[in-house]
């Protein structure tokens, strides 16, 4: 399968607005809310490996309950998606037989290429690691995660948005994107402090994102919970904008004693991702 155009829809920029007809917005508003929804939900139960509820689609996609449980009960009644005993929904396994994938778009095409190198990633340093975007609404979606081995291990649950202004993820998309981008986050949203290391002076914060990119990565010492702490990576497509990013996330003690490790594997697989994303693309690394 070819997948040129894999990473275009992983990064948004909702601050960005074009001059047209308000009558014929409100209009094509209309025509295609109810399409583009639906292709979200078949996008999130490709991306994901386990069924999911009505509730993680409604906090994933920020629909109404009313209108997730609508739009799934017509995916289901037109064979697209199943539901379990559970009560929790997932694709049709018939969709992706044989490696068609023909569903999911680019988001899964990324993923495709993301999950192995997340894997590996794990096993070399023994952590958890997430793969995270920023989202329209200014958070961080956490698309997919490989759990740490360990019996005392940090541990997240993706169904939910984080944050980008005290994750390590959201930084490390930040630190990459335009400047007027930047401003327009710092200026409409709200970052309360959620421990006493959160950064949140708008001054030291567009200076923490200064250093984030002087170095190649994010560094988050318990600035969203006490006893977490993690260091995040971007990556970019051919033209260098920033995709995405990949998460290393530990319990603070195991971080500390094994930052050097983590660092550097992470930087390396994260390196490698973003130049096989670059020859998919045509574009020699």
């Not at 275009?8 to 607005?17: D, G, V």
């Not at 944050?163 to 710092?186: H, K």
């Not at 567009?206 to 600035?223: D, K």
Request: one cysteine or more; a neutral charge.
């Amino acid at each position: 399968m070819n997948i040129v155009s894999v990473g275009e829809c992983c990064m948004t920029e909702p601050y960005r607005q074009t001059k047209t007809d308000p009558a014929e917005n409100q209009k094509a508003d209309t025509s295609v809310k109810s399409a583009g929804r639906i292709l979200d939900i078949l996008d999130l139960l490709a991306l994901r490996t386990e069924p999911v509820s009505l509730a993680e689609v409604r906090n994933v996609l920020a629909l109404p309950k009313s209108s997730a449980l609508l739009l799934l009960r017509t995916l289901v009644s037109r064979g697209y998606a199943m539901k379990n005993a559970e009560g929790r929904y997932y694709l049709d396994p018939i969709l992706n037989a044989g490696g068609a994938d023909w569903v999911g778009g680019p988001n899964c095409a990324m993923l495709r290429l993301v999950r192995p190198v997340m894997l590996t990633l794990s096993q070399a340093v023994r952590e958890t690691v997430l793969y995270g975007v920023m989202q329209p609404d200014l958070t961080v979606r956490l698309v997919e995660k490989c759990v740490s081995p360990q019996v005392i291990r940090y541990d997240t649950d993706i169904a939910n948005p984080v944050p980008a202004y005290c994750t390590a993820i959201g930084r490390s998309i930040l630190a990459y994107s335009p400047t007027d981008f930047v401003e327009y986050y710092i200026q409409n949203t709200p970052m309360p402090p959620l421990t006493a290391s959160t950064i949140v002076e708008p001054d030291a914060f567009r200076a923490s994102l200064r250093h984030i990119r002087e170095q190649g990565f994010a560094v988050n010492f318990e600035e969203r919970m006490v006893g977490a702490s993690s260091v995040a990576a971007p990556f970019f497509d051919s033209a260098g904008k920033v995709l995405g990013a990949i998460n290393v996330g530990c319990v603070t003690s195991s971080f500390v004693e094994h930052r050097e490790t983590i660092l550097e594997n992470l930087l390396s697989n994260v390196q490698d991702l973003t130049s096989r994303l670059r020859q998919i693309n045509g574009v020699a690394a």
